[in-house]
């Protein structure tokens, strides 16, 4: 099949599941066609079938803000002619499945029907999609999708609530690549360039916005490193990330955190971390806590959006309230109070991640696109 992938092509989630999924689907024989305005993050390798189409938008002085969606539609149409493009899978209602649905329509003029399947990852929905301007255009997109999934079941229910839906949503979690993990293989002698052998090293990976309350990540390692030697790796780039380093100044531990900026190396950071911090406000999946279960990294999470989908309490780490740095530090440092315990945490993470192997996931979207088929053929048989 040949399926064309628009994503984010940033270090966000959406953008590497939508990344990795068209870069597994390649391996499995399908031509991917990646449209974005850069070539996504997590694309290593452009092969003979994986082809990245970069959307170019013009400015115009006409404009304040020059007009994406009109931008990607455009090219969504020229791409389909070209390549013969079967189905349109967009990560995100808006402005991903608006701007599908408008080619789409334009492409029905020539005769051509795409199936399009939107994918809902979150901010989409709880944040931006909510609000009263775009309320309607989502409600919309959704709705004209010919089928819809979500990351978790936190999403779904939010979605329902939130929107007029009129067609199913499925529920496909965001996924891992267990193999990759697997294959990396990493030396003390990195670990010691990172942190003292009796240090605890602690993570946390994020865009540094303010729904990741990353002053709390600082408050609770605070309250750690009271307790026992330890270091704080902090991985991502955002608005938070300079109010965080002045708190680590005040707190007089920034001899004690590492803000370590994007990086591609977070399987590296990963593998050698003891727990991974996530109190997020709002999580509708929480991809960060899965890849550091997948290295074998504890959790310890707020209990928000699909994060308890993903982070067993008392399994693979705990949850806690949101803001409870309190209960938070406790339970961080039950985990971290012996290497028994520790290590027993670290196993239960590893086993817990296995569910959410790409090899389990992938095969769930590739049977939703022949329903996409399925479903634009009724709909086009019917008008």
């Given at each position: 099949m040949k399926i064309a992938i628009v994503c984010y092509p940033t270090f966000g989630g959406s953008g590497v599941v939508a990344t990795e999924l068209g870069t597994e689907l390649a391996k499995r024989g399908h031509e991917i066609h990646f449209i974005t305005y850069k070539q996504p993050v997590r694309l290593e390798l452009l092969a003979n079938k994986i082809h990245f189409h970069e959307v170019n938008v013009p400015e115009y002085p006409l404009f304040k803000y020059q007009p994406y969606e009109l931008a990607l539609s455009s090219k969504l149409v020229d791409m389909v002619k070209l390549y013969g493009i079967e189905l349109l899978h967009v990560h995100y209602a808006i402005p991903h499945a608006y701007a599908g649905y408008m080619a789409k329509k334009m492409l029905e003029e020539e005769g051509i029907f795409l199936p399009m399947v939107t994918t809902l990852h979150g901010t989409d929905i709880t944040l931006v999609g909510n609000h009263p301007f775009y309320k309607p255009a989502v409600t919309f997109s959704i709705n004209k999708s010919d089928v819809v999934t979500s990351v978790s079941q936190s999403l779904k229910d939010d979605t329902l609530r939130l929107?007029?839906?009129?067609?199913?949503?499925?529920?496909?979690?965001?996924?891992?690549?267990?193999?990759?993990?697997?294959?990396?293989?990493?030396?003390?002698?990195?670990?010691?360039?990172?942190?003292?052998?009796?240090?605890?090293?602690?993570?946390?990976?994020?865009?540094?916005?303010?729904?990741?309350?990353?002053?709390?990540?600082?408050?609770?390692?605070?309250?750690?490193?009271?307790?026992?030697?330890?270091?704080?790796?902090?991985?991502?780039?955002?608005?938070?990330?300079?109010?965080?380093?002045?708190?680590?100044q005040e707190l007089g531990i920034e001899d004690k955190v590492v803000f370590l900026g994007n990086s591609d190396e977070v399987d590296k950071i990963l593998c050698f971390s003891d727990l991974f911090l996530l109190p997020s406000e709002k999580e509708s999946f929480g991809l960060a806590a899965l890849e550091a279960m997948s290295c074998g990294v504890p959790v310890i999470s707020s209990n928000t959006g699909g994060l308890s989908e993903v982070n067993i309490d008392g399994v693979s780490g705990y949850l806690s309230n949101v803001g409870d740095i309190e209960d938070m530090t406790k339970k961080a440092l039950y985990i971290l109070k012996d290497k028994n315990t520790l290590n027993q945490f670290k196993s239960n993470a590893k086993a817990a991640a296995v569910k959410f192997d790409l090899h389990n996931i992938v095969p769930v979207y590739e049977k939703l696109y022949f329903q996409a088929l399925e479903n634009s053929l009724t709909k086009n048989l019917t008008k």
């Amino acid at each position: 099949m040949k399926i064309a992938i628009v994503c984010y092509p940033t270090f966000g989630g959406s953008g590497v599941v939508a990344t990795e999924l068209g870069t597994e689907l390649a391996k499995r024989g399908h031509e991917i066609h990646f449209i974005t305005y850069k070539q996504p993050v997590r694309l290593e390798l452009l092969a003979n079938k994986i082809h990245f189409h970069e959307v170019n938008v013009p400015e115009y002085p006409l404009f304040k803000y020059q007009p994406y969606e009109l931008a990607l539609s455009s090219k969504l149409v020229d791409m389909v002619k070209l390549y013969g493009i079967e189905l349109l899978h967009v990560h995100y209602a808006i402005p991903h499945a608006y701007a599908g649905y408008m080619a789409k329509k334009m492409l029905e003029e020539e005769g051509i029907f795409l199936p399009m399947v939107t994918t809902l990852h979150g901010t989409d929905i709880t944040l931006v999609g909510n609000h009263p301007f775009y309320k309607p255009a989502v409600t919309f997109s959704i709705n004209k999708s010919d089928v819809v999934t979500s990351v978790s079941q936190s999403l779904k229910d939010d979605t329902l609530r939130l929107f007029d839906v009129k067609i199913p949503i499925d529920v496909v979690p965001n996924f891992i690549d267990l193999q990759k993990h697997q294959k990396n293989a990493y030396t003390d002698c990195q670990r010691d360039m990172m942190a003292d052998k009796d240090e605890i090293i602690v993570t946390h990976v994020s865009n540094f916005r303010k729904v990741k309350r990353i002053m709390d990540v600082i408050h609770i390692f605070n309250k750690i490193q009271k307790k026992m030697p330890s270091k704080l790796m902090m991985v991502g780039e955002g608005p938070e990330k300079e109010p965080a380093e002045k708190l680590c100044q005040e707190l007089g531990i920034e001899d004690k955190v590492v803000f370590l900026g994007n990086s591609d190396e977070v399987d590296k950071i990963l593998c050698f971390s003891d727990l991974f911090l996530l109190p997020s406000e709002k999580e509708s999946f929480g991809l960060a806590a899965l890849e550091a279960m997948s290295c074998g990294v504890p959790v310890i999470s707020s209990n928000t959006g699909g994060l308890s989908e993903v982070n067993i309490d008392g399994v693979s780490g705990y949850l806690s309230n949101v803001g409870d740095i309190e209960d938070m530090t406790k339970k961080a440092l039950y985990i971290l109070k012996d290497k028994n315990t520790l290590n027993q945490f670290k196993s239960n993470a590893k086993a817990a991640a296995v569910k959410f192997d790409l090899h389990n996931i992938v095969p769930v979207y590739e049977k939703l696109y022949f329903q996409a088929l399925e479903n634009s053929l009724t709909k086009n048989l019917t008008k």
